[in-house]
């Protein structure tokens, strides 16, 4: 299952990554850039070429299990979201190359759908792998 975690710059997303990372059966598909896209009835979550400095699994893919928004916070905690706002935030982290009014309604259309399917969450978290509980990762 793939855990997508977003946020702002220092919010903590390559942090948890290493986090989970280190965690048996845990793969991370991606350093800072990961394609999402609705197939055969469900989201998923697949590596690019553009790898980073980590090294990532090369065509990796796994089902969007969680669309989770990170708060550094004193204790593990998940709060679900609005799906108004998490939209606005979710748009705010997407790559996406717009140069037409077509396209741009294309990505707003799938930031929709992607919330709809995946319920947003606000993930507050300290820098410490029991963080997987939280997530259901064991």
Known sequence: ???LFLGDSGAGKSTIAALLDELPGVTRLADEI???RPMDGTWKAYSIPFMGKV??????KAKVASVSFLEQAADHKLEPMAR???ISSLL???????????????TLDAACELILAVPPQT??????PSVA???GIT
Do not use: M
Request: aromatic share 8%.
């Open 55 to 60: 090294e990532l699994p090369a065509h990796g």
């Open 123 to 128: 993930l507050f978290f300290r820098a410490d």
């Open 34 to 36: 990961v394609a999402v």
């Open 1 to 3: 299952a793939a855990h």
């Open 92 to 106: 705010r982290c997407a790559l996406a190359y717009v140069n037409d009014s077509k396209r741009a309604q294309n």
């Open 133 to 135: 509980g939280v997530l």
């Open 84 to 86: 108004g706002p998490s």
